[in-house]
C-alpha cells in the first residue's frame, strides 16, 4: 500500500487531496496545526474505508517535520508522497510589509516546503523512489495588488521544485508543482464580509472563459494523476491549474 503524507490537511484543498488519494487506496498521513479539524479529515478517510494517520504539526519547525516523518514510518512503513501544501496568504502593501510578516509567511509557503522534501527524500529512497507534489499558485507567475510576500513565496516554491527535481532525480523522485488560480476554500472566502467573500468568487468565475471557479476536487484530481505512473514523464515543473484565467489578457477583467 503506497504512503502520502499531506501538510495543511485540516481543510480545504489540503483535505480533498487527502480524501482523494485515500480513495485510490493510498494510505493518508494528514498534519496541520489545526489539530481538531486534521483529526476530523482522518475520520472522514476512515469512515469511508481507507487508512488515516492525523498529525499536530507545524511545518515551520524542523523538529515537528522529523518527528512527523519517524510517526508516519512507525505507523505505515515509509512514505511514497508528499504533497505540501500547508499554506497562508498574507495581504500587505509591500511598504507596509514588516519583516517579520515576510519570515512568517516564507517560513511557511516556503521554508517549510524545503523541510519537508529535505526530511521525505531519504526515507522515499529507501523505497526506490516516490513523488513530491508542491502547491504553489498562480500568484508565482502574474499576482494582484498587495500580495508581495505571498507571490514571493509560491514563485520561490516553483524554483525550489526544479532544484530539488535535479537533486533527486537519481533516487528515482520526481518533484512536481501545481500552480492553481482561486480556489474555493476558507482562504478565498478570508474577507470580511460575506458580500465581499462572494464578489471575490464571482470574480473569478468570470475571469475563467470557462466560467469555472476552480474547487479543492479540481486540485486534488489532478495530484491523484500527477503521483500516479501516468505522468511519469513529469518532474521539475510547474503545471498551472488556471480554469483558462491566465490565458486572457484583458487587464479590467480582475477589478481589484
Ligand atoms: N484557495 C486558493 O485560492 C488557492 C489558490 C492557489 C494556491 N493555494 C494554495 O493551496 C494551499 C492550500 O490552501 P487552501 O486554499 O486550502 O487554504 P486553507 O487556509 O483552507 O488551508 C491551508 C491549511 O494550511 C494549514 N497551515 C497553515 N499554516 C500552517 C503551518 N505553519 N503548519 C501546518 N499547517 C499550516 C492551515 O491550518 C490550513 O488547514 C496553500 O498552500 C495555498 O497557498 C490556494
Redesign the pocket.
Known sequence: MKVAVI??A?????RAIALRLAKDGISVAV????TE?VKETAEIVRKNGGKALPLA????DEEQIKSMFERVVDEFGGVDILVN?????HRSHIVDTTSDDFDFVIG??LK?AFLCIKHAAPIMRRRGGGVIVN?S??HAFATLPNLAVYASSKAGLVGLTKAAALDLGDWNIRVVAIC????D????RDKPTEEENIAAANRWKKASPIGLLLQ?EDVANLVAWLVSDEARGLTGVAVVLDAGVSADLQVRKIPV
Open positions: 501538510t495543511g485540516a481543510r480545504g484543498i489540503g498534519s496541520d496545526i489545526l479539524q504539526i507545524d511545518v515551520r501544501n500547508a499554506g497562508i496568504v511557511v509557503n517549510g502547491i499558485s498562480l492553481p488560480a482561486a480556489v476554500t476558507p482562504m478565498l479543492p
